[in-house]
């Protein structure tokens, strides 16, 4: 019903840049807080950025002045600009977002299937 598609990463050597691309698609009414997590290998899933449908935004400590999250509600797409990118930013990157289907329906998330970021010392 729902999918959210990742693009943009790649390799990049340290203190370079990436932009992180998710595009949501599907049978969509609404989407309320879009977001971006990321996952090392052997570590847990964190939460990166989030933002919400008025362009409220939040970051995890480790990427503030680094990262920039932003959205397109009209194309239902969610960015993340990666600048000054750092050997522990490497990790497999996803997005979510927070859907709704229909006006009568609640909102569930959906996730993508991550796209891998890989910084060089």
């Known amino acids: 019903q729902v999918q959210l598609v990742e693009s943009g990463g790649g390799l990049v050597q340290a203190g370079g840049s990436l932009r992180l691309s998710c595009t949501a698609s599907?049978?969509?009414?609404?989407?309320?807080?879009m977001g971006w997590y990321r996952q090392a290998p052997g570590k847990q899933r964190d939460v990166v950025a989030v933002?919400?449908?008025?362009?409220?935004?939040n970051y995890a400590d480790s990427v503030k002045g680094r990262f920039t999250i932003s959205r397109d509600n009209g194309k239902n797409t969610v960015y993340l600009q990666m600048n000054s990118l750092k050997p522990e930013d490497t990790a497999v990157y996803y997005c979510n977002a927070d859907v709704s289907l229909s006006v009568q329906a609640g909102y569930y998330v959906y996730w993508g299937q991550g796209t891998q970021v890989t910084v060089s010392s």
């Open positions: 933002i919400t449908r008025e362009g409220v935004t």
């Open positions: 599907g049978s969509i009414f609404s989407i309320r807080t």
